[in-house]
C-alpha cells in the first residue's frame, strides 16, 4: 500500500455531484453535433440508476449547468430520443466582465479540484484557469502520483511550464533532420490534422516574433525555474492556427480573394492544397499565376466530373 492509497477517500455525493457538472460542462463544449440522451447516460450516470432517478438527476444537473451559463436545449425527430446541445443564444457571457476580483474566487473555489490528483480534468481546468486569471500559476498545480510521472510526456511538461510561467529549455527536432536546443516561452497549444502545435517566444532570440512548434519534434525538456516570464496581454493562439496548405517550406506568398470582397496575403506551402481549399472555401486566387492555374484546373475537373 503506498501513500495514495492511505489517503484515498470515498467521494461526498455533492464531489460527486460537482465532477459530473464539471465533466458534463466539458464535453457539451467540446461536442461537435449534439449529444443523445442515451448517450449521456452512458458516459456520466451510474448504470444502476432507474429510468425516474437518471431524469432527476439529469434536471437538477442542468439546473447547475445553468447557473454557471450554460443552457441545455434538447431537440426530438419523430420518435428518435432527444439530443441536447448547448443553446448559444442563453449561455455564456460577454468578453472582459470578469473582474479581478470575480477572477480570484474562482481561483479560490477551484483550487481545491485542480489539485485533486483523482480528478481526471484537473490539467485542463487549470489551464482554462489559466487562460482566465493570469495570476493562476503553478503553486495551484495538481500532485501527480509516482506512476502518473513515469507517464509524463513531454506536452504535458510543456503546459506546467506554460502554467508556472517558467522557460522550458527544448532539444527540437527540425525539418532538415538537425536538432537543435532553444530555451523557450510557451504561449499556448492548438491541434491540427493530428497534431500538437506550441507557439512559444524564444529567450535565444528575443527580438523576434513567437515561433510555431510541432511538439512530437520535441525531443526532450527541462522546466527552468529561474526564467520566468509573462504571456503578452495581445497574444492570440488563433493568428497562429495554420490553414491546411501552411504545413512545410513556405513556397510563396499568395493573394487571395475571399468571400466578403477582403483581399489578404496567405503563406503557401503546398500549392495543389492550396488550390483545393480556396475552391472548398470559395476563395479566388489572385496571384501567383501557377496558383491561378491550378485552380482554374481543379475547377474544370471537378465541373467536369459532376457533368458526367
Known amino acids: 500500500m503506498n501513500a495514495w492509497d492511505t489517503d484515498f477517500r470515498e467521494p461526498t455525493e455533492d464531489e460527486r455531484t460537482a465532477r459530473r457538472v464539471f465533466s458534463l460542462a466539458v464535453a457539451f463544449v467540446n461536442a461537435r453535433k449534439p449529444l443523445s440522451t442515451s448517450?449521456?447516460?452512458?458516459?456520466?450516470?451510474?448504470?444502476?440508476?432507474?429510468?425516474?432517478?437518471f431524469l432527476k438527476s439529469f434536471q437538477r444537473d442542468r439546473n447547475h449547468l445553468a447557473m454557471a451559463g450554460i443552457v441545455l436545449q434538447s431537440t426530438r425527430v419523430s420518435r428518435e430520443e432527444a439530443t441536447?446541445?448547448?443553446?448559444?443564444?442563453?449561455?455564456?457571457?460577454?468578453?472582459?466582465?470578469?473582474?479581478?476580483?470575480?477572477?480570484?474566487?474562482?481561483?479560490?473555489?477551484?483550487?481545491?479540484?485542480?489539485?485533486?490528483?483523482?480528478?481526471?480534468?484537473?490539467?485542463?481546468?487549470?489551464?482554462?484557469?489559466?487562460?482566465?486569471?493570469?495570476?493562476?500559476?503553478?503553486?495551484?498545480?495538481?500532485?501527480?502520483?509516482?506512476?502518473?510521472?513515469?507517464?509524463?510526456?513531454?506536452?504535458?511538461?510543456?503546459?506546467?511550464?506554460?502554467?508556472?510561467?517558467?522557460?522550458?529549455?527544448?532539444?527540437?527536432h527540425r525539418a532538415d533532420g538537425s536538432d537543435v536546443k532553444r530555451i523557450l516561452e510557451p504561449y499556448g497549444f492548438f491541434f491540427f490534422r493530428g497534431n500538437t502545435y506550441m507557439v512559444a517566444a524564444s529567450l535565444d532570440s528575443p527580438d523576434l516574433p513567437p515561433h510555431t512548434y510541432r511538439?512530437?519534434?520535441v525531443l526532450s525538456v527541462y522546466e527552468q525555474r529561474r526564467n520566468s516570464y509573462d504571456i503578452p496581454p495581445d497574444f492570440d493562439i488563433r493568428d497562429f492556427v495554420l490553414l491546411p496548405f501552411q504545413l512545410g517550406e513556405d513556397l510563396y506568398t499568395a493573394?487571395?480573394?475571399?468571400?466578403?470582397?477582403?483581399?489578404?496575403?496567405?503563406?503557401?506551402?503546398?500549392?495543389?492544397?492550396?488550390?483545393?481549399w480556396c475552391i472548398a472555401e470559395e476563395v479566388v486566387p489572385i496571384e501567383p499565376q501557377s496558383l491561378v492555374d491550378v485552380w482554374k484546373t481543379r475547377l474544370q475537373t471537378i465541373a467536369g466530373g459532376r457533368d458526367a
Request: glycine letters at 2%; one cysteine or more.
Open 215 to 217: 511538439v512530437d519534434r
Open 39 to 53: 448517450q449521456i447516460r452512458r458516459e456520466f450516470y451510474p448504470s444502476d440508476l432507474s429510468d425516474a432517478a
Open 84 to 172: 441536447w446541445s448547448i443553446d448559444a443564444s442563453r449561455s455564456f457571457v460577454k468578453e472582459n466582465v470578469i473582474t479581478a476580483e470575480d477572477a480570484l474566487t474562482l481561483d479560490v473555489l477551484l483550487l481545491p479540484l485542480a489539485s485533486d490528483p483523482s480528478f481526471p480534468y484537473a490539467r485542463d481546468l487549470r489551464l482554462a484557469l489559466t487562460k482566465i486569471d493570469r495570476a493562476f500559476d503553478g503553486s495551484s498545480r495538481a500532485a501527480i502520483p509516482p506512476e502518473a510521472r513515469k507517464r509524463n510526456n513531454n506536452l504535458t511538461r510543456l503546459e506546467d511550464c506554460m502554467v508556472s510561467r517558467h522557460a522550458a529549455k527544448v532539444t527540437y
Open 255 to 276: 493573394r487571395l480573394r475571399f468571400k466578403d470582397g477582403s483581399i489578404h496575403s496567405e503563406r503557401v506551402c503546398d500549392e495543389g492544397l492550396a488550390a483545393f
